[in-house]
């Protein structure tokens, strides 16, 4: 391999692990703030927080139509050293955004005190309600225009800057959040005020380090051109329905069970999501993102390694969110206990089959990147359309039946559908795409990669009557991880052997070098 070869490697292990380090701070401060607000707010007031947010966060799916482009063909522009292009695109989408910015805080203002419109909550927690709303969606749209001029650190490839910015803020806003929560009467109005601002101070410092990257990221009124904006408005479309129903995924659910249910089992849901959610988002943005550059080139390219590729970062996608869900599910029950109190017991059932839908998901996590190479999104889209809708009519349909599932019967909806359904929609895709078949998906990414998962929580299911302290529970995680990993190990090719032991040599080697 050339050495530009090994230097992409590198640089995609570099950006990915600080991609990591950022979102795995952010989930780790996300659920810690989660129990710390159950334990000092009542719960009819917690369960604002989700509820709120949960009618926002289409706002900015919106806006990807016209910002999903802009990265994509500033790269291109940068690419063949078109300095005007790049001025034209800035010049174009800058005042679009901004005049949806302040449309959506118009919007917030005249509608806050009709909130209840939306959502069902309380009289007395209706002020509460109205104010989250307007800081929610002035949070949001105030950092859309920022998006204009957010292309320097992609194009230069400076990923570790962004993220190094990202977490600088994010420790800054669990101070404010922290401080704000101090005082007397704190509500989770101090929460929504210390994202507000560490949200701004993020927008402000990404945008300053982006332009001094590329200071080609220029407003000039006279470089607006519409043929510029119909090419960014074609590219983002397919996105944002993708974008959409990924969010009606995430939030309908709450919706239904605020409609149909109580705050209670609203909550436990909400809970219950808590983990997989992020940990979707981190993969995704981590993984995904990083391998990109190179399924767009297998590809286009037509590499008959495209499949090898694509399958070996599926399958260690399942080892490493299976080492996750193995050890969530074995104690779930504990876990919800320590985090959330006794009365959250239903979270554990809820979480494990939110947890066992993911792994269908994790199995199949390459396909966005590979419907984005082959200029297929509609063909995903179409798929998640009527995944999403038939998840949201079984949900619904159930509560309607039975009130009294709550929370179970979004859970139970989410698995059926998103998991043994999926592989004939969003499976039978990926096979098309990588000519191959469900049969081999099922056997040789699936089977392989949920089988140390398995083995694990049999071993678990046997030595957890052995736990009376927490000396012993320590050491049965250990025995229990490394059995994890040995089985993994065991059912690796030998190829796949023979690069981890070279990527192992390279950081040796790299250890003795700066040392």
Request: with cysteine; proline share 3%.
């Amino acid at each position: 391999m050339s050495q530009s070869g090994a230097y992409s490697k590198q640089l995609i292990l570099v950006n990915t692990a600080s991609s990591f380090i950022v979102r795995i701070a952010n989930i780790g401060f996300f659920i810690w703030l989660q129990q710390y607000l159950l334990r000092r707010i009542p719960i009819e007031e917690y369960s604002l927080l989700p509820l709120v947010t949960a009618t926002i966060i289409f706002f900015p799916v919106f806006t990807a139509v016209f910002t999903t482009g802009i990265k994509r063909n500033v790269m291109v522009a940068y690419s063949q050293d078109n300095e005007l292009l790049i001025e034209q695109i800035v010049s174009t989408i800058f005042p679009v955004l901004s005049f949806i910015a302040v449309f959506l805080i118009a919007v917030a203002l005249i509608s806050a005190p009709k909130v209840h419109l939306f959502v069902n909550v309380s009289a007395d927690f209706l002020p509460t309600a109205g104010l989250i709303f307007i800081i929610l969606v002035a949070s949001e749209a105030l950092k859309i225009p920022f998006e204009a001029f957010s292309s320097g650190l992609f194009v230069k490839q400076q990923f570790v800057k962004n993220n190094m910015i990202v977490l600088a803020c994010e420790v800054t806003k669990i101070g404010l959040i922290l401080l704000l929560l101090m005082h007397e009467g704190a509500s989770v109005v101090d929460v929504v005020i210390g994202n507000f601002c560490a949200t701004m101070l993020q927008g402000g410092l990404i945008t300053y380090a982006s332009v001094k990257a590329l200071p080609g990221q220029r407003f000039f009124l006279s470089n607006i051109n519409f043929e510029v904006l119909k090419l960014l408005v074609n590219y983002g479309s397919w996105s944002t329905v993708l974008a959409i129903f990924g969010m009606m995924r995430k939030t309908t659910p709450l919706i239904i069970l605020n409609q149909l249910s109580t705050p209670l089992q609203l909550t436990t849901f909400h809970l219950a999501s808590l983990v997989p959610n992020r940990l979707e988002v981190l993969m995704n943005q981590s993984v995904n993102g990083s391998i990109s550059p190179v399924v767009i080139d297998l590809v286009h390219k037509k590499d008959e390694n495209l499949r090898a590729f694509v399958f070996r970062i599926c399958k260690y996608a399942l080892f490493g969110f299976g080492l996750v869900a193995t050890f969530f599910s074995a104690f779930s029950s504990e876990i919800v206990e320590w985090y959330v109190g006794a009365e959250y017991f239903s979270v554990g059932l809820n979480f494990v089959l939110l947890l066992a839908t993911y792994m269908f998901f994790y199995a199949n996590m390459s396909l966005t990147v590979l419907v984005e190479a082959h200029g297929c999104l509609h063909k995903l889209a179409l798929r998640d359309i009527f995944s999403t809708f038939l998840f949201l009519a079984g949900s619904y349909t159930a509560l309607k039946i039975n009130p009294d599932l709550g929370a179970l019967a979004v859970s139970a909806s989410f698995f059926v559908v998103y998991g043994p359904l999926s592989i004939l929609t969003h499976w039978g895709l990926t096979a098309k795409l990588t000519e191959t078949s469900l049969y081999y998906m099922f056997k040789h990414v699936f089977g392989v990669g949920v089988l140390p998962s398995i083995l694990t929580l049999v071993l678990l299911a046997a030595l957890k009557p052995l736990i009376n302290d927490i000396y012993s529970f320590m050491s049965i995680c250990c025995l229990a991880g490394l059995f994890y990993l040995t089985v993994i190990w065991s059912v690796l090719d030998r190829a796949e052997k023979l690069q981890f032991l070279q990527f192992i040599t390279l950081l040796r080697m790299r250890f003795k070098r700066d040392a």
